[in-house]
């Protein structure tokens, strides 16, 4: 939190990195890096898969069952999470890492390429985008009496309301 007040002070671009997947992390950790980063008002945000090096202390306890990761479809649904609570105003520059030698890994993005996961995260949005565009064309149907419009997609996944113009009470 430091840091990042302290580049903002001086009026720099900040990026926060944050790994999404660590051996004890919940869902509510992730909720709150987002509330966390949103009100530091970081500029942009790098999300990761942590990456397990052979040779290591982690990657001994890895090894010995000692620490244990959650699935890829965990860490998708929790890259989502993340995202629903993180400010629009924040650019997401990457969902998931690439590793550059992943022979020298233990523990590697579920040994799956970045792209195949950084397309399953992009199929969930997706669908997440539809229903909600699905359920805001029957709200707003309903409500055309009152003329509020129903953002399709915001970027917190909510739908939010926004009056076009003020509702007709005559």
């Known amino acids: 939190i430091d840091a990042v007040q302290r580049i903002k002070a001086h009026q720099l671009?900040?990026?926060?990195?944050?790994?999404?997947?660590?051996?004890?992390?919940t869902d509510r950790d992730a909720i709150e890096a987002a509330q966390i980063l949103s009100a530091l008002q970081v500029d942009?945000?790098?999300?990761?898969?942590?990456?397990?090096?052979?040779?290591?202390?982690?990657?001994?306890?890895?090894?010995a069952g000692k620490i244990q990761l959650i699935g890829r479809d965990e860490y998708q649904k929790r890259v989502i999470l993340f995202l629903r609570h993180l400010s629009p105003n924040i650019v997401i520059q990457r969902m998931v890492g690439r590793a550059s030698d992943p022979t020298k890994l233990l523990f590697v993005n579920w040994g799956m390429s970045w792209q195949d996961i950084h397309a399953g995260i992009g199929g969930a949005l997706a669908e997440i985008c539809n229903?909600?565009?699905?359920?805001n064309a029957i709200?707003?149907?309903?409500?055309?009496?009152?003329?509020?419009?129903?953002?399709?997609?915001?970027?917190?996944?909510?739908g939010e309301r926004h009056p076009e113009t003020q509702p007709n009470f005559r």
Not at 13 to 25: E, R
């Open 13 to 25: 671009l900040c990026c926060a990195h944050l790994i999404l997947n660590l051996p004890t992390d």
């Open 44 to 63: 942009q945000v790098k999300l990761h898969a942590l990456f397990i090096p052979k040779d290591t202390i982690m990657g001994k306890a890895y090894q």
């Open 131 to 135: 229903l909600i565009q699905l359920r």
């Open 139 to 158: 709200v707003s149907t309903q409500l055309s009496q009152s003329q509020f419009h129903f953002h399709a997609c915001s970027p917190q996944f909510g």
